[in-house]
């Protein structure tokens, strides 16, 4: 588990592909890899890795095939940089939102607007996934920890504070750009619970009146 709240920038030195796999080797100056070991869970720009080897001042990972394909770790060039955050400790303060590092899926950003110090960023989630995205919910961006400020059928929009512009990627980010996507983890257990949603149905909208059925709110209030 992890927590969104981005430890390290590094950047990726090496991609080398083995058939469908690929192995990559990131280096991590700034990230205190003191207390790691070979197997700890090390999320990279949002997916959680297992670290296979370290070196100075680096570690390595192997993607499958599905890491490829279901996230934006294949489209890195040699130089680019990414979020780093190691696994969290039980002892950890929890200063973002749990985030599993299991990307749900891949957005884009639609619009970037900077405004003084801030910037506003607009992302377009795939279809599939839209109906988890909530007002004031929070939401996992290539790793990072952000509240959605609004949302409407399409697209949500996340307001960046100059610690984020300046401690993770995201300050790099343009129209265009796709991006690793993690939903927040009670949104889908929510759903599950009172659903009953099977892995190949139809997924309906968790909407107040099923919650109320349910008994997850007070049927006097809207």
Do not use: W
């Amino acid at each position: 588990m992890f927590t969104g709240i981005i430890q390290a920038v590094g950047t990726l030195r090496e991609l080398r592909h083995t058939g469908s796999d690929a192995v990559m080797i990131i280096d991590s100056a700034d990230l205190d890899l003191s207390g790691a070991r070979i197997g700890d869970s090390i999320a990279v720009s949002g997916v959680c890795l297992t670290a296979v080897s370290f070196g100075d001042r680096c570690f390595s990972a192997d993607l499958s095939a599905e890491t490829l394909t279901r996230t934006i770790l294949g489209d890195l060039s040699t130089g680019q940089r990414v979020n780093l955050e190691l696994a969290l400790r039980l002892q950890d303060r929890l200063g973002g939102h749990l985030t599993s590092g299991h990307v749900d899926g891949v957005g884009m950003v639609s619009a970037r607007e900077d405004t003084g110090q801030t910037t506003e960023l607009h992302i377009r989630p795939p279809s599939e996934l839209a109906h988890y995205i909530a007002n004031k919910g929070s939401v996992a961006i290539d790793g990072v920890s952000l509240t959605v400020n609004a949302v409407d059928d399409q697209e949500f929009a996340l307001t960046l504070i100059p610690q984020t512009l300046s401690h993770t990627t995201l300050g790099d980010y343009h129209p265009g750009q796709r991006v690793n996507l993690e939903v927040d983890l009670i949104a889908r257990y929510l759903e599950r619970i009172v659903l009953g949603v099977g892995a190949n149905a139809a997924v309906p909208t968790v909407t107040a009146d099923v919650l109320k059925e349910y008994g997850f709110m007070d049927k006097g209030k809207n």
